[in-house]
């Protein structure tokens, strides 16, 4: 199916699903936030501008419905910042990373201090985009994570049960093109394949997704990187300005509040109802929960 149809297709199903108002704020289409950050971003470049070939790249990584896009939407309020999002077709072909000298080339060109790129579909070549990109400058990730139970209720009400679809068809052998399927470890390629997927729920398919997924950040040595940043979600909208703050301090820029003026901060998940999940698949995700919660001192 054509790319561009794919797209609206979705669009018109999350549109239908969760609202209009919800779509243009997820996808970022509202006209007026974009001119004005369009022109807020082009005085900087006149003023503050950086010569070509020094901007840092920065990926934003992890699993989708983790809180990206509240990331990107504080980081974009930054001049410093020029933003690549999943749906930008110079960065990204239906959601997945173009070629690395195509992205070397954009942030090359860029007179931006950072380049910010989503590529969650690409989150398991993490350390190809860190060491092999070329950039003038190093790059930076940061790996978002979201709690198990409040990405499974986020990510029923967007994709419905693909994810039990697509682990289903890893576990019977096939999907080893699919993005979902590479750089699983042979541990967590077993564990997919002992259920019995017949009887398997969607909300037990998206906590093995979210388990296998975010495994992925101790598998690849991210945990050892300084130059990757993990950031809770959780922690991150009970304290909006603190967590932005301290993730300016990484990246190496100034803190606003208008960076996380879009958050409202909201009292800690801890109470959030546990969804119905396989008790296998629970166990697994509280203790890569609690692994992840220290790693980012959430």
């Not at 300005?241 to 300016?248: E, G, I, K, V, Y």
């Not at 803190?255 to 901060?265: D, I, N, Q, T």
């Not at 800690?268 to 698949?281: C, E, K, Q, T």
Request: charged share 25%; hydrophobic share 40%; net charge positive.
């Amino acid at each position: 199916m054509n790319a561009s149809l794919t797209k609206v297709r979705r669009h018109w199903y999350w549109a239908r699903t969760q609202g209009i108002g919800r779509l243009i704020e997820e996808d970022d289409l509202n006209p007026a936030t974009r001119a004005r950050r369009a022109l807020h971003k082009r005085r900087w470049r006149r003023e503050h501008g950086v010569e070509p070939g020094t901007a840092t790249p920065v990926f934003l990584l992890g699993l989708q419905r983790s809180g990206t896009n509240m990331i990107v939407r504080g980081l974009e309020e930054a001049p410093e910042f020029e933003v690549h999002n999943e749906n930008d077709g110079a960065a990204f072909e239906d959601f997945r990373l173009r070629p690395l000298p195509d992205i070397a080339a954009i942030v090359a060109a860029s007179q931006h201090r950072f380049v910010l790129f989503k590529p969650l579909c690409d989150s398991h070549i993490a350390h190809r985009l860190l060491d092999e990109l070329g950039a003038g400058s190093p790059g930076r990730a940061i790996w978002a994570y979201r709690s198990v139970d409040g990405r499974v209720s986020s990510a029923l009400a967007k994709f419905g049960d693909v994810n039990l679809r697509v682990l289903r068809e890893i576990a019977a052998g096939g999907g080893r093109g699919r993005w979902q399927a590479q750089s699983l470890s042979n541990q967590n390629v077993e564990l997919i394949r002992r259920f019995d997927w017949a009887a398997m729920t969607p909300a037990s398919g998206a906590a093995l997704f979210w388990y296998v997924r975010n495994s992925l950040f101790f598998e690849l040595g991210l945990d050892r990187r300084p130059d990757v940043a993990l950031v809770s979600y959780d922690a991150f909208v009970v304290d909006p300005d603190a967590r932005m703050r301290a993730l300016c301090s990484i990246l190496g820029f100034p803190w606003s509040p208008r960076l996380a003026a879009h958050v409202e901060a909201r009292p800690s998940s801890g109470g959030r109802r546990r969804s119905d999940i396989d008790p296998v698949i629970r166990q697994r995700c509280d203790m890569l929960q609690e692994r992840l919660d220290a790693a980012a001192g959430a």
